[in-house]
């Protein structure tokens, strides 16, 4: 079955220090992989996004991603996290023609002044 | 700003009860897409629309409902309502016209919906 898993619910770090957050997908093949980002109260909004081509995906808000085929992985980072980054990160993939989402479950970004 | 609009913001009703939530979607696109946000299924497909045709169900309930209109917005109806719909509801469009990057899914702020 199609799946989307962030394995860490919660992660804290240190305004400033960089940040990895973990996304795993199971396919038969290679889907269209995302990344959101909601603040509380808000919607989602999309950070970057990854069809095919270069590994490497540059986002808004000075995010990146990597896409790895052999770890069936999709990482968000960012080098120096600011208070304003504190929100829930999802990772979601998209493999039919349909273009639905699957998403994981979430995980919640905490900032430490 | 998305350019997706949904209304209400907020939704307050009584088990049993129906209700219609409303999506527009932004100008130019075709396809709407309807979610379910809960604390304990987390971010859920519900149903996608396509320049109105429905093109694609995921766990939708049969007590759930939703339609495309000419004008293109959508709505989502959930009727004989249960306390465990409560949720937030969110809509996405997309240009769907076949390109990879036309279906790139813009949400909307989303509806609250609370039964009591």
């Known amino acids: 079955a199609q799946s989307v898993t962030q394995p860490d619910i919660h992660i804290t770090v240190s305004e400033g220090a960089s940040l990895e957050l973990r996304c795993n997908y199971s396919?038969?093949?290679?889907?269209?992989l995302f990344w959101y980002v909601q603040s509380p109260g808000q919607g989602l909004q999309l950070l970057l996004k990854?069809?095919?081509?270069?590994?490497l995906v540059q986002g808004i808000k000075g995010f990146e991603a990597e896409f790895k085929r052999s770890q069936s992985s999709f990482n968000l980072r960012k080098p120096s996290v600011h208070w304003s980054d504190a929100a829930e990160y999802f990772c979601a993939g998209s493999m039919d023609s349909s273009y639905k989402l699957i998403f994981g479950s979430g995980t919640r970004l905490l900032v430490r002044p | 700003d998305s350019g997706v609009t949904q209304t209400p913001k907020h939704l307050i009703t009584a088990t049993g009860q129906r209700v219609t939530l409303r999506c527009s979607p932004r100008?130019?696109?075709?396809?709407v897409y309807w979610y379910q946000q809960s604390l304990d299924q987390g971010l859920q497909f519900l149903i996608q629309y396509y320049n109105g045709e429905e093109r694609a169900k995921g766990n939708i309930l049969e007590r759930f409902s939703a339609q495309q209109f000419p004008d293109l917005h959508s709505e989502l109806n959930l009727s004989s309502l249960e306390l465990g719909d409560s949720a937030l509801y969110f809509c996405a469009s997309s240009v769907s016209s076949g390109g990879l990057s036309d279906n790139e899914q813009f949400f909307g702020p989303g509806t609250r919906l609370t039964v009591l």
């Open positions: 396919y038969g093949a290679t889907p269209y």
């Open positions: 990854y069809f095919s081509g270069d590994t």
């Open positions: 100008s130019g696109d075709l396809s």
